[in-house]
């Protein structure tokens, strides 16, 4: 009998054994989105209620085990994949995806958090309300991870982040013990606000296991354009006339290169690409919500694109006709990581610099990455609206990508991340940093800082077994 067996069969008795999974293929669970790493789960654990989640933390505690929360399995840091040693549960939070209450008064919605973001936002949708977070990995993340990495994605220019959305929580802390802090109100000012720590903590301090969430007004009409910029100075400008013309309106604001654009094109070839044959550098999409009617939506981006293009810093732009138009132009947008994967291997960088400072950073970084690796592909798309690039690095063509990937280190992220302290920007914006960017947290964030985070950590975690290894490192030997 393995020395794991006593455990398995609590696990067995919490869940159900048909939701303890130790056999057969595991990888949806043990193999990260990006295919970096593939781990080894002890088992696979599915409860379906936040009691069942509390006795599954107390036993795999009292046994010594550590646990990786995991929700999609979309993130992009190995950060919710179990390490090779096989002596890891991975506690998919899958099957807690009910939506609990919608309080339409209070404009918050309470939600399990194994529930798909899509779904969520149908949900309220469907009873009259924007849940406005957004991100081409809807169909499969979980409000759980989202709020694990504090995800950002396509509206944050105008809602912000997870957090930002977040009212309440309640968790499963490290010791098997619930915290009930699904309070909904706005404001409650009683100490330490606890649920920040858990935001963004990547499942190393307790396990998210439901949330209480802002809502919005559904508003009156939504439009989309897809604009032709002749520069990265120019969608910076460009920005800054939406912010003037569309005010809270401006919903959406994403750039993207042509390099980035043109990977779309190859891999995708049912996609229409507006101004393919133009050959600008970048192209742009940006959304203006309106709560009055259509006819005031397109008057008011008739007005933008207008002064856009007086001033030179829009060379062409389309208006979507319909949403069906609208979904297409989004999907562009939304299919580059899709067609960056299917290229091939790539190197990723999340970076979030002052929008006024990313057109010299990108020049820069540019040519000095064109001098350090000539030929290198630069795959440059993101949220400019919230000045987080995706400034991401493919193998020249013809060249073998695991091959490219030595360079990972020296000198392609020792040259990007330099320029991005340089520049006073962040090394991880939306992402995250699981295991990818661990080390790298380090080097770039103060002592003073790691001290206070691994304190945070020993003080509610003391015996490591939330997610260990992620995101800091408690000791050297880690
Ligand atoms: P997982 O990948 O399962 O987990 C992510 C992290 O959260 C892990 O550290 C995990 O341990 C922790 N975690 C998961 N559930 C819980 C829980 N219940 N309690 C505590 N910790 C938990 N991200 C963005 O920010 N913006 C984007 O625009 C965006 N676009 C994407 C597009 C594509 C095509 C893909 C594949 C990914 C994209 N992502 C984006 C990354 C990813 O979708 C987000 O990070 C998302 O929030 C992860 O959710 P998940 O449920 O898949 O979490
Ligand atoms: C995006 O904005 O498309 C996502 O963050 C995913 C990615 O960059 O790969
Ligand atoms: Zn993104």
Known sequence: MSAF????????????????????????????????????????????????????????????????????????????????????????????????????????????????????????????????????????????????????????????????????????????????????????????????????????????????????????????????????????????????????????????????????????????????????PYCVVLENSDHESEGHARAQFERLLEAALDSGCVLDAVVAESMAQARSLWHIRESIPLAQAQEGLNIKHDISIAVSRIPAFVRETDAALEQAFPGARLVNYGHLGDGNLHYNVQAPQGFDAEAFLKNQEKPINALVYEAVDRFGGSISAEHGIGSLKREKLEQHKSPVALQMMRAIKTALDPHNRMNPGRMLRLSAAE
């Not at 469907?126 to 499969?140: D, H, K, N, T, Y």
């Open 5 to 280: 067996e006593p455990l398995l069969q609590s696990l067995r008795s919490a869940v159900g054994a048909a939701n303890v999974l130790t056999e057969g293929n595991l990888s949806a669970w043990e193999q990260d989105w990006r295919k970096r790493e593939h781990g080894k789960a002890l088992a696979v654990v599915r409860p379906a209620s936040t009691l069942e989640v509390a006795e599954v933390v107390k036993a795999c505690v009292a046994a010594g085990v550590s646990i990786v929360p995991q929700g999609g399995n979309t993130g992009m840091v190995v950060g919710s994949t179990p390490d090779t040693s096989g002596t890891q549960v991975v506690l998919s939070l899958q099957r807690m995806n009910q939506v609990r209450t919608l309080d339409a008064a209070n404009l918050t919605v309470t939600v399990e958090a194994g529930c798909v973001l899509q779904s969520l936002q149908e949900t309220c949708e469907q009873a009259g309300f924007l849940f406005p977070l957004s991100m081409a990995s809807e169909g499969s993340c979980t409000i759980g991870g989202n709020l694990g990495t504090n995800a950002g994605g396509t509206q944050v220019v105008r809602y912000g982040n997870t957090r930002e959305l977040c009212l309440g929580l309640e968790v499963v802390n490290a010791q098997g013990e619930v915290w009930n802090g699904l309070t909904g109100l706005r404001k409650d000012n009683t100490g330490y606000d606890l649920r920040h720590l858990f935001i963004g903590s990547e499942g190393t301090l307790g396990v998210i296991t439901a949330a209480t969430l802002r809502l919005y007004p559904l508003p009156a009409s939504q439009l989309t354009a897809f604009a032709a910029v002749p520069s990265l100075e120019a969608a910076v400008e460009l920005l800054g006339l939406a912010h003037r013309f569309l005010s809270a309106g401006l919903t959406g604001f994403e750039v993207m290169g042509q390099f980035a654009l043109g990977l779309v094109v190859k891999h995708f070839p049912q996609q229409r690409v507006p101004f393919q044959s133009m050959g600008t």
